[in-house]
């Protein structure tokens, strides 16, 4: 599916990014693979680690439309992962983060549609889910734009989905770098928010699979959910810290003690696959679609009506010996 074809990817610089472009390079032969960022000096570095003749490094913001438009000549496939995503900036700073994951998610669909994209993948998050933050209730915003955006494309060609995971392992400011810090530092005590909390985990290379795949199963305004395990916090910090005690400092600005990738109020829309969820579009588009039989013919069943996928009612669980396992990887 990616052999011969121009791939772009907004964000490419980021955590995601990387992997996708590692990913794509090593797995097949694309014709193009184009980094949309904004910071010169994480594209040159990026450029030395990758330099195959495929690549392609295009500064430029998603707040700027002829930028994209530039970038997107040619383009037959668009991951859309540029987003600002730390909590506590966005609520300092909201303005900056409606810009980015509103507006820019908006410049993308315009430009998308005008240049005759193939394929758009958007990436989102469970905190998306009944946000309770401004980057939440942006990158829901976002969701809600790119699902709308198969109504406006009609009889054009281009679709767009959306792909929605928890946690990423390691990413950048997250617990687990920040765990290893203080251990590094010899810290006495681990910080825990509070023992209850639970989250949602997914290995990089598992998301960059999800949204391969993803390109291959999508009919346009599904959000794709992977089926992940959860992880309690206090055994996350009991892994990586064996021994050292824990201290409560109480649940932060913004944060859920649980997370969810979608609600009971959002079950009748949610159709389980093997190893994946689709929640389907609320609104209707003037071409059917039967979103229980995907791209490639797989069939999925509604799930019972009520049903949440949470990070607490989670039928899977990651123990602290599978996290190591895949932090050694
Ligand atoms: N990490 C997680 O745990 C997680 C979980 C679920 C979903 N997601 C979603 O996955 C996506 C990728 O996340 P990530 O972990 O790869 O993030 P990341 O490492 O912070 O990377 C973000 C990327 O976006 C670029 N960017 C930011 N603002 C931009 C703008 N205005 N115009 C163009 N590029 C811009 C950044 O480069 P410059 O700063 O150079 O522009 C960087 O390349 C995001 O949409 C995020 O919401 C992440």
Redesign the pocket.
Same mark, same amino acid.
């Given at each position: 599916m990616f052999n011969d074809k121009a791939i772009l990817i907004?964000?490419?610089?980021?955590?995601?990014?990387?992997?996708l472009v590692k990913t794509l390079l090593s797995q097949y032969q694309p014709r193009k693979v184009i980094? !949309?960022?904004?910071?010169?000096?994480?594209?040159f570095e990026m450029a030395q680690e990758f330099n195959s003749p495929a690549m392609r490094y295009f500064l430029?913001?998603?707040?700027?439309r002829d930028r994209l438009r530039l970038a997107f000549q040619g383009v037959d496939y668009v991951v859309?992962? +540029?987003?600002?995503?730390?909590i506590p900036a966005a609520e300092y700073n909201p303005m900056e983060c409606i810009?980015?994951?509103i507006n820019?998610a908006n410049n993308v669909i315009d430009v998308a549609l005008e240049q005759g994209i193939d394929k758009v993948i +958007?990436?989102?998050?469970?905190?998306a889910v009944n946000p309770i933050n401004l !980057?939440g209730a942006t990158?829901l915003a +976002?969701d809600k734009l790119f699902v709308a955006a198969n109504n406006i494309a009609g009889a054009m060609k281009t679709r767009f989905s959306v792909v929605? !995971?928890?946690?990423?392992v390691g990413?950048?400011?997250?617990v687990v770098p920040f765990f290893q810090k203080l251990i590094q530092e010899k810290a006495t005590e681990i910080p825990i928010t509070d023992p209850r909390m639970t989250r949602f985990w997914?290995t990089?290379q598992q +998301?960059v699979n999800l949204v391969l795949d993803s390109f291959e199963r999508m009919q346009g305004g599904e959000i794709f959910v992977p089926k992940i395990p959860s992880m309690k916090i206090t055994d996350l910090a009991d892994a990586l810290a064996p021994g050292i005690p824990t201290k409560i400092i109480g649940i932060r600005p913004g944060e859920k003690l649980h997370e969810a990738m979608f609600s009971e109020e959002s079950s009748h829309l949610a159709i389980e696959f093997a190893d994946h969820y689709v929640i389907k579009p609320t609104i209707e588009y003037t071409r059917v679609v039967d979103y229980s039989c995907n791209a490639l013919g797989e069939k999925g069943v509604a799930v019972p009506e009520g049903f949440e996928y949470s990070s607490e009612s989670n039928t899977e669980w990651l123990s602290g010996f599978q996290l190591l396992d895949i932090l050694k990887l």
């Open positions: 907004t964000g490419g610089t980021g955590s995601f990014g990387k992997q980094v !949309y960022s904004r910071d010169e000096l994480k594209q430029g913001d998603v707040r700027d859309h992962a +540029a987003a600002l995503k730390q810009k980015t994951n820019g +958007a990436l989102s998050t469970d905190k !980057y990158k +976002a929605r !995971y928890g946690n990423v990413s950048r400011g997250s997914i990089l +998301a």
